[in-house]
């Protein structure tokens, strides 16, 4: 089935929706914008590099004449930005936060926090912004949508090294940082309803291209023939604004986690101890966040 035929079929308006995207700038975060203002919503892009989101917001403005955009400032290593943003969208009514920004091959080191920023991105910041929102967005029925991943798979979390800051290698980290945004969503909403978790499978973005110069050349074209456009790949991520995930499910594409339209299905990666320490862990990092 196309793309276009797929929404008609099952994304509703979102006319009068106010959605927030983190990482709107990005690869999936661009394409998720242009369907949600296809869809009518209106949006608030949540990002860091100001000048990439302003040209976003002027490329949907010129696309959608209709659309109606905020921008806020938010990087998620500088957690001074995000309680600014929190407490920004506070104020705003909000229909729908869909936590997509993300980072993964990136040079490693410790954020104000004392966190690796690997897991501060992937997993710290956001959680304290689905943390201080949940509130705001049960309030009006709005819904969480969190981008997971695959990688989240390959990591078993570790008491005694809970950002994985020993682990040099890139992959361990974002999967365990991933694997903490999951899980303790999971046990945040519990059954009651009211979040996603989605993934896209694997498509090329800024994301996957951290290979070495020669090799990056030789797979680059073959990448993106194989696999999904972000178009398409983030059709799993819209499907997560009109579908719930209960506890140990998420929302990706059907075939082997990597190609076709999204499938709801259950996770068998993390046992019931380990998600319950998860749980706990990821509200100690909360607090250690501090006040708004
Ligand atoms: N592509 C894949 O195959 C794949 C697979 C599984 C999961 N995912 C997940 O999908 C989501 C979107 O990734 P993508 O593929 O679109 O990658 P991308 O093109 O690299 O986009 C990542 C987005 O996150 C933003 N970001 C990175 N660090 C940030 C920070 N410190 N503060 C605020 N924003 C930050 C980036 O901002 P800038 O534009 O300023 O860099 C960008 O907007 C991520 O959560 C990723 O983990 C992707």
């Known amino acids: 089935m196309k793309t276009k035929t797929w929404m008609q ?16 700038t990005g690869g999936i975060g661009v394409e998720l914008c242009e369907h949600l203002a296809a869809l009518g919503a209106e949006l608030i892009l949540l990002d860091r590099n100001q000048e990439k989101s302003k040209g976003l917001q002027e490329k949907l403005e010129a696309q959608f004449p209709e659309v109606k955009i905020r921008r806020m400032r938010m990087d998620l290593e500088e957690m ?23 980072a993964y091959h990136i040079p490693r080191h410790k954020c104000d926090t ?32 969190a981008v997971g991943s695959i990688a989240h798979n390959y990591s078993q979390t570790d008491p005694e090294d809970v950002d994985f800051s020993t ?9 365990n940082a991933k694997r903490f945004l999951m899980y303790s969503l999971y046990g945040l909403y519990g059954k009651q309803g009211g979040l996603a978790v989605a993934h896209p499978g694997i498509t090329f973005t800024n994301i996957t291209a951290h290979y070495p110069k020669v090799i990056f050349a030789i797979i680059k074209h073959p990448m993106k023939v194989i696999f999904m456009k972000p178009r398409r790949a983030c059709l799993s991520i819209l499907q997560g604004l009109t579908q719930d995930c209960g506890r140990n499910e998420w929302i990706g594409p059907r075939w082997f986690d990597v190609w076709g339209l999204p499938k709801k299905r259950v996770l068998k990666t993390c046992g019931e101890k380990e998600a319950e320490w998860i749980c706990q862990t990821a509200e100690e990092v909360y607090e250690g966040m501090g006040t708004p």
């Open 80 to 102: 001074a930005s995000v309680k600014v943003a929190a407490c920004e969208l506070l104020k705003a009514p909000l229909d729908g936060l869909i936590l997509n920004a993300g």
């Open 167 to 175: 682990r040099a290698k890139h992959s361990l980290a974002y999967g």
């Open 114 to 145: 004392g966190l690796d920023n690997v897991f501060q991105i992937n997993f710290a910041a956001p959680y304290y912004l689905a943390r201080e929102l949940k509130s705001h967005l049960d309030a009006s029925g709005g819904r969480l949508v």
């Open 9 to 24: 079929k099952n994304m509703p308006s979102l006319s009068g929706k106010v959605i927030a995207v983190s990482g709107s």
